[in-house]
Structures are given as C-alpha cells and as structure tokens.
Nanobody
Framework: QVQLVESGGGLVQAGGSLRLSCAAS????????VGWFRQAPGKTRELLAA????????YYADSIKGRFTISRDNAKNTVSLHMNSLKSEDTAVYYC???????????????????WGQGTQVTVSS
C-alpha cells in the first residue's frame, strides 16, 4: 500500500502559476510510477502528466504540454507538478496517483493506477 496526499491547490489568476505536491508514505515510493490527473465538473478524469519511477521518462497530455512540468524527488517521497500560464479551463480537482511498473522507465497509461490521493482544488479566475 502507498498513501498519497496532494497539496498546493488554490485560487490563481489566469496567466499565473501554481506548484502541486504529492507526498507519499507506505511502501517504497521509488518503485512506483506517478501520474497527475484532473477532473472538472461534468468531465471525465484526464491524465495530464506521468513520470517513471526513475524519473527518466515522462508523459504529457497535449492540453498541458509546454505549460506543466512533472518532477519527482524519491529521497523526499514527493512528486510535483509545476503549472505555468494557467487558463480558466485548467480549473478542476487535481489528483496524484501511483502505479506499479515492471521497470524503472515505464510510464503507465490512464487505467493502470492503483493508489489515489484525495485531490486538491485548483481554480483559475479569468
């Protein structure tokens, strides 16, 4: 088991920045790939970014590519999502999730995540 807790959400003006953090406890965090998702009201949950357990492989959805950056610090059991140039359409609840993988370079797809945080609200005002 691994427990995940997100933090860093809040209210920001369009064009601003936020950094979300995902803190993990429980099983060895460095053996999990981690993804950041978001879900806006009435929409399906979207995989935004993911990072392999080594940090050497990353994935970004087209909707946030070039604006968001995912990173991890296995020594501190944290994964961060740096969000720049925020838009009103980025308003959503943001979740981090962890997935077991067979190697240190795999980045899992949407349905592969077993452990989830409770989410943090990000609201971007226009």
């Amino acid at each position: 088991q691994v427990q995940l807790v997100e933090s860093g959400g809040g209210l920001v003006q369009a064009g601003g920045s936020l950094r979300l953090s995902c803190a993990a406890s429980g099983r060895t965090f460095s053996s999990f790939a981690v993804g950041w998702f978001r879900q806006a009201p009435g929409k399906t949950r979207e995989l935004l970014a993911a990072i392999s357990w080594s940090g050497g492989t990353t994935y970004y959805a087209d909707s946030i590519k070039g604006r968001f950056t995912i990173s991890r610090d296995n020594a501190k059991n944290t994964v961060s999502l740096h969000m720049n140039s925020l838009k009103s359409e980025d308003t959503a609840v943001y979740y981090c999730a962890a997935a077991t993988t067979r190697n240190d370079y795999e980045v899992p797809g949407w349905g592969r995540y077993d452990y989830w945080g409770q989410g943090t609200q990000v609201t971007v005002s226009s």
